[in-house]
Each structure stands twice: as C-alpha cells, then as structure tokens.
C-alpha cells in the first residue's frame, strides 16, 4: 500500500510564476490536509479537504493561494504569482476519516513534502 | 484557538544520557502526537497518545499523556547519536469543522555527541 505521494519534490520558480503542488494521497483516504513549513519553524495547517469539500481554509493566506481535492486526481494547491517568501516546504498529509473520539483513524500520514524555492 | 507549546527548543546531549521534551498545549485536544523529522525529510510518527495517563514507549523513547495538566512528555533514555534529529508534538483540536487539524509545537532540535 503505497504511502503518501507528493509531486514535485522539488520546485524552482521565479517571482510572479506560479507553482502548483500535487498530493495524491493514500489508497482509501478521503481527508487531506496541506501544512506549510518555513526555514527552522514548526507546520502551520494551511487547508483541509474532503472530495469535491473545503472544510477548513482559515490556515490559507487570503490571496494568492488555492486548493482543491476533485473527485479524480490528486489534491492541488496552487501558488499564484510567487513571492520570495513563499519558499518553504509543502506537507500533504491523509486521513482514512474521521472516527470517533480515541480513535486512530484519522491518524494523518504525511508525504515527503515539496520544497518550493523561489528566486 | 489551539497553541502548542515546546520545551526545550534545542538540546544537545551527551550519549549515555537521559532527558526529557515537555509540551504544553492550550485548550481541550483529544489526542496528541509525537513526530521526529530529519534534515530535509518529511515527518515521521513516533506516538499517537488518545487517554489520560496514556503512555506508550519504543526503544529509547518513551511518551505519555496528562491531559488534565494538557501535558505530554517525550523522555529519552540512554540517548545515541542516531536520535539527533528534530521532534515535534502536534495537538488535534477537538471538535467543530477544524476536527482532525494539527497544531504544531516549535519543534526541538535535539543533538547528541559522544
């Protein structure tokens, strides 16, 4: 059971290009998550999806960011006209879905990340 | 809002040794997570702590669980060189649409030399 994927794991764009982040998350999970992390800082949640959902954006900066989770394909956030700050490391973590409380299983699983640099 | 609190942010240990990461987290969580990251890599599950006086060991590290004190610890025995790496504790808010979010700790750079 493949794990957690994540692509590009690494990703150079100039300012103003735009970057766009795919997880495709384990087989069976239906709950992804996107965490941002910054040079020497901890993850900050950014979003949570279900299928087709928004759950929980308020992790996302206003502008400039997206995401979505379609019914086929991978989870995509998408970085429109890139800043030098945006460079970090993108985390994609899945859930199998929510259980009850002290349950396991919405235990996340992180993929390897893509390291976005800009120039 | 939920924030998760760690301490310390770096340790340097000496092999041999014992020592202990507190993590303080602010509101009800239902459950609490210990991660280790390596340079460049991703995160990788150490525990998932789900009671009160929970407390789960594997290897040289042992976790637990207070959450009447919203408290977990990771106490490493006997450390080696191999653990130097970075441990983080998430917390999971309970409850409302955020169900299943982490909060992250700052992270402790942990280094242990001979």
């Known amino acids: 059971n493949a794990g957690v994927m994540q692509n590009p794991r690494h990703l150079v764009r100039r300012r103003g290009q735009e970057a766009r982040l795919r997880c495709s998350p384990m087989k069976g999970h239906s709950h992804v998550y996107w965490y941002r992390q910054l040079p020497e800082e901890g993850l900050k949640f950014m979003v949570y999806?279900?299928?087709?959902?928004?759950?929980?954006e308020s992790g996302m900066p206003k502008e400039r960011f997206s995401a979505e989770f379609p019914k086929e394909g991978p989870s995509i956030l998408r970085i429109q006209q890139v800043v030098r700050g945006d460079s970090a490391a993108y985390f994609c973590?899945?859930?199998?879905?929510?259980?009850?409380?002290?349950?396991?299983?919405?235990?996340?699983?992180f993929g390897p990340g893509t390291r976005l640099t800009v120039l | 809002e939920l924030k998760v609190e760690q301490n310390p942010l770096f340790l340097s240990m000496q092999e041999g040794k014992n020592y202990t990461i507190y993590c303080n987290y602010s509101?009800?969580?239902?459950?609490l997570y210990w991660y280790r990251q390596d340079p460049g890599k991703s995160l990788e599950s150490l525990f998932v702590l789900l009671s009160n006086g929970a407390v789960k060991q594997e290897g040289r590290l042992m976790a637990s669980l207070d959450t009447k004190a919203r408290l977990s610890t990771l106490h490493i025995t006997a450390a080696v060189h191999d653990l130097s790496a970075t441990y983080f504790c998430?917390?999971?808010?309970?409850?409302?649409?955020?169900?299943?979010?982490?909060?992250f700790g700052q992270g402790t750079i942990l280094t242990v030399h001979p």
């Open positions: 998430a917390a999971c808010n309970a409850g409302g649409t955020s169900y299943g979010k982490l909060t």
């Open positions: 973590a899945s859930s199998l879905r929510l259980g009850r409380i002290r349950s396991s299983y919405n235990e996340q699983f």
């Open positions: 999806l279900q299928k087709e959902n928004i759950i929980d």
């Open positions: 509101t009800t969580s239902d459950r």
